[in-house]
Every structure is written in C-alpha cells, then in structure tokens.
T-cell receptor, first 114, second 111 residues
Framework: DTGVSQDPRHKITKRGQNVTFRCDPI?????LYWYRQTLGQGPEFLTY????????KSRLLSDRFSAERPKGSFSTLEIQRTEQGDSAMYLC????????????FGSGTRLTVV | DAKTTQPNSMESNEEEPVHLPCNHS???????IHWYRQLPSQGPEYVIH???SNVNNRMASLAIAEDRKSSTLILHRATLRDAAVYYC????????????FGKGTKLSVKP
C-alpha cells in the first residue's frame, strides 16, 4: 500500500467552472476526512465519512461543495461554480475507527481559481 | 476539543536537539496529546501521541508534564529534513472525528 493518494496534485480552473478531486485512502481504513488549507494556516476540517456514510460536515462546506464515498472506498470532492476564495490546498486523510491511531494524509490537491 | 498554544516559530542548528513546547492548560482527563508535522508541499504527517506517560518512537520523544497542562516534543538530533510546521493537537479518547489544527510552530533548521 502506498498510502493515501490524491489526484490531481494541481488544478488551475477559471472562476465559475466545476472541479472534482479524488482521494484513494489506505484500503483497510474505514474513516476518510477532507480538509482545506490556505497559506499560513493549519488545515481546516470540511467533512468526514465512516465507510460510505457522510457523518459530519463543517459549516465551511457550502452548498457548492459536495463529497461522496461510494461503496466506502475512494472519495470525490466536487466544487461547483468555483470562486477565487476556493483557491487552497485540499487534503484527504484516512484512518481506522477506534483507538487513537494515526491519521494518514495525502499530499493534497492544490486548487488555483483564476 | 481543547485548545493548544505553540510558539509561531523556532530555529535550531543541525544535529542539535530541539524542544518544541505546547501549552494545553484546559486539557481534560480523556484528551490525548497528538503531534503532527507538515513538510513543505506535503500533507501533515503523524509524529507521536501520548496520554500521561512520556513516549518514544523512532521519530521523536514526547514529554508530558505531570499536571498534563503542557508537553514538549523532542527531536534528538535535528536534520535539515526536520524543517516543517509542527502541530500539537488534543484529541478526546472517545473522539471519532476530525483533528483540529492550530497554526503550529514553524521549525527552521540551520546547517
């Protein structure tokens, strides 16, 4: 297993376009998280899945954002009608449920909205 | 989750020990202390965690104060590859949710 994979690594899009990012977690991890990180700040939580169920969404996740995790495997994060304020690094993390085990993060997708 | 306070930045010389402090005066009895670090252009990486006793692993040591209101991450011999932002995070024992990151401490390592 090569860890958490995110695709693409970089995305440049024009304002108003839709974008979709993919996250492939570690195969045996049933929890999956999405975070957003802007320059100079720590990552901010967006949403969380346990298996295929989306259990929690941050107030940061506006109605332009949607996330899915079909069959409890990979996950996608879609942003509709992108705005310049959406420019950020989008990070995915996965972990197993129970205990205090480490969360494993991907390298992120850097989104630039022009 | 309770808040933590860390210095914005620290400097170290290569091959010297580094002590990164974290204050968490409002920690509850069920909060674990986690440390993650983030290298430039990478996602955060787990470093270590503990509850009450000091902990050691191949990356670092975690020293926890007796009253648990503060802790220190110790890198025994800093290398240039240890230059990163280090985050101290409290996570409740029963938590199944996300990590709450602050701004962390940016560690610079001089050759």
């Amino acid at each position: 297993d090569t860890g958490v994979s995110q695709d693409p690594r970089h995305k440049i899009t024009k304002r108003g376009q839709n974008v979709t990012f993919r996250c492939d977690p570690i195969s045996e991890h049933n929890r999956l998280y999405w975070y957003r990180q802007t320059l100079g700040q720590g990552p901010e939580f967006l949403t969380y899945f346990q298996n295929e169920a989306q259990l929690e969404k941050s107030r940061l996740l506006s109605d332009r954002f949607s996330a899915e995790r079909p069959k409890g495997s990979f996950s996608t994060l879609e942003i509709q009608r992108t705005e310049q304020g959406d420019s950020a690094m989008y990070l995915c993390a996965s972990s197993t449920s129970g205990g205090q085990g480490a969360d494993t993060f991907g390298s992120g997708t850097r989104l630039t909205v022009v | 989750d309770a808040k933590t306070t860390q210095p914005n930045s620290m400097e170290s010389n290569e091959e010297e020990p580094v002590h990164l402090p974290c204050n968490h005066s409002t920690i509850s009895g069920t909060d674990y202390i986690h440390w993650y670090r983030q290298l430039p252009s990478q996602g955060p990486e787990y470093v270590i965690h503990g509850l009450t006793s000091n902990v050691n692993n191949r990356m670092a040591s975690l020293a926890i104060a007796e009253d648990r209101k503060s802790s220190t991450l110790i890198l025994h011999r800093a290398t240039l590859r240890d230059a990163a932002v280090y985050y101290c995070i409290l996570r409740d024992r029963g938590s199944q949710g996300n990590l709450i990151f602050g701004k962390g401490t940016k560690l610079s390592v001089k050759p």
